[in-house]
């Protein structure tokens, strides 16, 4: 099924990298994104559900401390963090950071602080 076209929708996104194959192996261990080769030879992905998509770019400063933070919807957010801290990601805000929600801060392999959104907790 093609992603959502939509005016306003958010649709890709360039997350930097260190290590561009470090990442990717990252990003799908930890969510399940999908990853592919695109034409010019650049490693892309796409998200858990299709609707976004992007890739991993070198010499690009790595997103360190939350300012835009983007947030990774997630079924079970606990045994997200243990899928996050087993790819090699650390988590820098555990659950419970955000009162009355459901989230937890990580920072991937190349430097980038995310958040993750979800439940539930256990």
């Known amino acids: 099924m093609p992603p959502t076209f939509s005016n306003g929708k ?10 561009i ?4 192996d990252f990003y799908s ?8 080769t695109r034409n010019d030879g650049s490693t892309a992905f796409d998200d858990g559900v299709g609707e976004v998509s992007g890739a991993f770019v070198l010499n690009y400063p790595p997103s360190t401390t ?8 997630v079924d079970d957010a606990v ?14 805000q555990p659950i419970g950071g ?14 980038n602080i995310l958040g993750i959104y979800g439940g539930p907790e256990k």
Do not use: N
Request: hydrophobic share 45%; net charge positive; charged share 20%.
């Open 10 to 19: 958010i649709c890709y996104i360039q997350i930097p990298a260190t290590d």
């Open 21 to 24: 194959a470090r990442s990717a």
């Open 29 to 36: 261990q930890a969510f399940g994104w999908k990853m592919r």
């Open 66 to 73: 939350p300012g835009l933070l983007i947030y990774i919807m």
């Open 79 to 92: 045994e997200t963090i243990a899928k996050i801290t087993a790819a090699g990601g650390a988590i820098t």
């Open 98 to 111: 955000d009162p009355g929600e459901i989230t937890a801060r990580f920072r991937d392999p190349g430097g």
